[in-house]
């Protein structure tokens, strides 16, 4: 079992930035991937970006496009997500979530562990 709470969300103006992280806690292993998903009203969930915790291998989703950035604080068991300039349509819930196995941002379905969310606002 992996534990999982967000923190960092908030109200942001367009072209900003804003710092998600993912503390996580419980079991986890070289097989562990931790990523980030994110659900805005009235659509379907999407992943943003995943890694794996040991190896540091990471994968973005396509409309990424190098403006948000995951990464790994081993010593504080974090996986942080940099979201720089921020647009209208990032807003949404972002959550984490855990799995041990594929480690692809588009197999959200096959995470079984996601902590509470946090809301990310964009606008002026």
């Known amino acids: 079992q992996v534990q999982l709470v967000e923190s960092g969300g908030g109200s942001v103006q367009p072209g900003e930035s804003l710092r998600l992280s993912c503390a996580y806690s419980g079991s986890t292993d070289k097989r562990t991937c931790v990523g980030w998903f994110r659900q805005a009203p009235g659509q379907e969930r999407e992943g943003v970006a995943t890694?794996?915790?040991?190896?540091?291998?990471?994968y973005s989703a396509d409309w990424v496009r190098g403006r948000f950035t995951i990464s790994h604080d081993n010593a504080k068991n974090t996986v942080n997500l940099q979201m720089n300039r921020l647009k209208p349509d990032d807003t949404a819930i972002y959550s984490c979530?855990?799995?041990?196995?594929?480690?692809?941002?588009?197999?959200?379905?096959?995470?079984?562990?996601w902590g509470q969310g946090t809301q990310v606002t964009v606008s002026s």
């Open positions: 979530a855990a799995r041990s196995g594929g480690c692809s941002p588009s197999r959200g379905p096959e995470f079984p562990h």
């Open positions: 890694m794996y915790i040991v190896g540091g291998s990471t």
